[in-house]
């Protein structure tokens, strides 16, 4: 695929929406890169995913409504199971019809989101999460909900691009020296391999904090849409989750999460409460100054040096991304960025 371009989708696992917005015995329309979907709790709690347009006769089963896990389309009747099977269709006495079936996908709850997998093949493992809490039960805090004026790619560029963090954030030119590495054709690691400088109090501080350590500041990004960054002191690792998708013009909506593995014990919650503020705190101070740069760009690398490495690595790696060629539905085409 060609890098931001709006009109090719990377495989991968998507973000929907968070998991509290969707209410039990609800249905909700969803617009999911260029494919129109129906997002439904039913009454045994399980959130499904199918396509939105009836087999019957075309309407949105977002009008419709839930009934225990199944879903009625408001225009005919026509009752869809959990499993996406017609069980029901009233015109014809109540009976079922086993060829007629809508579309699921494939629908995975962590983190307090919903994730939805795109791709023409089989889902690859679990929803993103960085390596360091994959095997950990963990605690989310949902901190805000954004949207960009460029593509999913280009925002993620925010957490890489070494210089930026010098000249935007005031961070010192030697606190960060970012390696890459592409694990897989769908997951992108960024590390930072320098010490923290002491060239202020405050870096001596922090120095100070992480004794013989590195500074850690690690990303990895799947699919070119989420982005899983751990950072802090080695007792105290911080992260957080920013998840993008694209929107119809061709633009970014995406949710940051604070995340953190769970304490034991009665005091856990509180604990845990504590650190997802700490780093939904860490996230706030580097997502200030930032916005009016994600909100116009016109990226392009036209000019590279040196110091540019990052983006260029990471560029490359998208553009090795596979596609979910199937995913876009005709009936509803992705615009490209507008003029
Ligand atoms: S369009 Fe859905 S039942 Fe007729
Ligand atoms: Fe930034």
């Given at each position: 695929m060609a890098f931001a371009d709006p009109a090719s989708i990377a495989e991968g696992w998507y973000w929907a929406a968070p998991s509290r917005d969707v209410r039990r015995g609800r249905v909700y329309a969803l617009d999911m890169l260029g494919r129109k979907l129906a997002l439904y709790r039913g009454a045994g709690g399980v959130a499904r995913c199918v396509d939105a347009y009836c087999p019957h006769m075309g309407a949105h089963l977002a009008l419709g409504r839930v009934e225990g896990d199944s879903l009625r389309c408001f225009f005919h009747g026509w009752r869809f199971d959990g499993e996406g099977g017609?069980?029901?269709i009233p015109a014809l006495g109540g009976a079922a019809r086993a060829d007629v079936r809508i579309a699921r996908h494939t629908l995975a709850e962590r983190d307090g989101l919903i994730w939805i997998w795109v791709g023409d093949r089989a889902p690859a493992g679990e929803p993103p999460v960085h390596e360091a809490l994959k095997d950990f039960e963990r605690r989310s805090l949902l901190v805000s909900r954004w949207r960009k004026g460029c593509h999913p790619n280009v925002v993620l560029i925010n957490a890489i691009d070494e210089q930026h963090f010098k000249?935007?954030?005031?961070?010192?030119?030697?606190a960060l020296i970012l390696s890459t590495q592409s694990l897989t054709p769908t997951h992108f690691r960024v590390e930072n391999t320098a010490a923290p400088p002491r060239s202020s109090w405050l870096w001596r501080i922090v120095s100070r904090v992480y004794g013989k350590d590195k500074l850690c500041y690690e990303i990895d990004y799947f699919s070119g849409a989420t982005g899983c960054v751990r950072f802090g002191p080695r007792w105290a690792r911080l992260h957080l989750l920013f998840a993008t998708r694209m929107t119809e013009d061709g633009g970014a909506q995406g949710v940051t999460l604070a995340l953190t593995p769970k304490s034991k014990g009665v005091f856990g919650p509180l604990i845990d409460a504590l650190w997802l503020r700490v780093a939904a705190l860490g996230g706030a101070y580097f997502a200030v100054g930032d916005t009016k740069v994600f909100n116009s760009i016109r990226f392009d690398l036209q000019t590279p040096i040196p110091a540019d490495r990052t983006v260029r690595a990471y560029v490359r790696h998208v553009e090795g991304q596979p596609l979910a060629g199937a995913w876009r539905d005709d009936r509803a085409p992705l615009k490209a960025v507008a003029e």
């Open positions: 017609c069980a029901e000249t935007v954030h005031n961070v010192p030119g030697n």
